[in-house]
Every structure is written in structure tokens, then in C-alpha cells.
């Protein structure tokens, strides 16, 4: 089945660092990522739609300046953390649609990044 | 606003049956999904409904009343390794996953 590759897995960094997420699909073409942040025991929290060659939409309270996402290929969309700090440890997760399927097709995971900011 | 409602926690003991009850409140509706979520791990896919009915799938089963705005997974034949958290997730009219805030299942031997 399709498989959406999430690196790295786990990344502690000292605070005021950036760190940059990569989310790549396997075997498919996604026009469209989604980054998604989760806190502890909290559902899944949509913080902006990658769209491969255009700029991101972010939801409402994301801050663009402080969550940049490139979406260079239609394999591969980046997250970068920039000037993170202790607030921003998260698990962060993106997911793919393989764009042939449409807009109701399954959405694949990534296995997540666990950010943690000292 | 959109909201998705789903039981915070249930326990079920193995080889029994449990079910998890999903209700939601969506600007269109265009399917609802179920994610099982094992601790520090990524969402997998369980089942998408996008007709009313049941959809089943080995032990697990879905089913979906759109006029009710009501979804339930059923678990069948518990195992361990199905203790996890399930996510209930509703795509709206903009093709947006709304997502539930999950139900954490703790089976007991």
C-alpha cells in the first residue's frame, strides 16, 4: 500500500534553533500534505495544507513565519520549526492523498516527528 | 461550528465486544473515517463510510446514519494489542478533515 515517509522521528534541539521536517510519499504523487500538530491526549490539530508548487494555507492561529512549509515536489513537503522553543515540543505528523484517488481518497499518515525544545 | 463528539475513555475486557459511538455536527458531509492511534505512534486507516450502513472489515465494523449525524466502530473479539485510541474523523463540504478527539480503549485480560 502507499506509504508516507516522515524523518526524522525524533529531534531534540536547543531553544532558538530551527529544525526541518520532511514528509515524503513512497510510491505516489500528492498534490497535497497536510501538517498536523498533536499534543498529549489531545485529538490531531491541522496546522496548514501543503500545495506542491504554490504557497501553504495555514489555519487560523499558525503562525506562517514561525511554521514554514515547502512543498518542492509532489513527493516531498518540508516543515521548518524556525527559532523553536520549549512551547513548540509536539508531535508533529503530516499526511498524504494520492492524487489520483481524489478528494475522498484515504489519507496516509507519516509516522510523526517528536520535536522536543530544551 | 463543526464538532465531532466521541467518548473520552472505554474499557472492554479481551475476547468481548466493544463499540464506540461517534456523533457529529459538519457543514456538508462528504464521509467519516476511523484512525486507530497507538501511543506515540501515526493514525492508521481503519474504515471510510460515505453511504448509511455497515461496512465490515475482519473484527472490525463501522457503520454510519447520515440523518442521525452517527457513526460507531465495533471491535469484535478484543485482543490486547487493540487497546489504542480511535479517532473519528467527519470530511466537510471543503474536503476538510474534522477530527474527534479520540477514544482511548483499554482492554484488561
Known amino acids: 500500500g502507499a506509504v508516507v515517509s516522515q524523518h526524522p522521528s525524533r529531534v531534540i534541539c536547543k531553544s532558538g534553533t530551527s529544525v526541518k521536517i520532511e514528509c515524503r510519499s513512497l510510491d505516489f504523487q500528492a498534490t497535497t500534505m497536510f501538517w498536523y500538530r498533536q499534543f498529549p491526549k489531545k485529538s490531531l490539530m491541522l496546522m496548514a495544507t501543503s500545495n506542491e508548487g504554490s504557497k501553504a494555507t495555514y489555519e487560523q492561529g499558525v503562525e506562517k513565519d514561525k511554521f514554514l512549509i515547502n512543498h518542492a515536489s509532489l513527493t516531498l513537503s518540508t516543515l521548518t520549526v524556525t527559532s523553536a522553543h520549549p512551547e513548540d515540543s509536539s508531535f508533529y505528523i503530516c499526511?498524504?492523498?494520492?492524487?489520483?484517488?481524489?478528494?475522498?481518497?484515504?489519507?496516509?499518515f507519516g509516522e510523526g516527528s517528536r520535536l522536543t525544545v530544551l | 461550528g463543526q464538532n465531532i463528539d466521541q467518548p473520552t475513555e472505554m474499557t472492554a475486557t479481551e475476547g468481548a465486544i466493544v463499540q464506540i459511538n461517534c456523533t457529529y455536527q459538519t457543514s456538508g458531509f462528504n464521509g467519516l473515517f476511523w484512525y486507530q492511534q497507538h501511543a506515540g505512534e501515526a493514525p492508521t486507516f481503519l474504515s471510510y463510510n460515505v453511504l448509511d450502513g455497515l461496512e465490515e472489515k475482519g473484527r472490525f465494523s463501522s457503520f454510519l446514519s447520515r440523518s442521525k449525524g452517527y457513526s460507531y466502530l465495533l471491535l469484535k473479539e478484543l485482543q490486547m494489542k487493540d487497546s489504542a485510541s480511535y479517532l473519528c474523523?467527519?470530511?466537510?463540504?471543503?474536503?476538510?478533515?474534522?477530527w474527534g478527539a479520540g477514544t482511548k480503549l483499554i482492554i484488561k485480560p
Open positions: 474523523a467527519v470530511m466537510d463540504s471543503n474536503y476538510q478533515l474534522i
Open positions: 499526511s498524504a492523498r494520492d492524487q489520483l484517488a481524489g478528494d475522498t481518497g484515504e489519507l496516509f
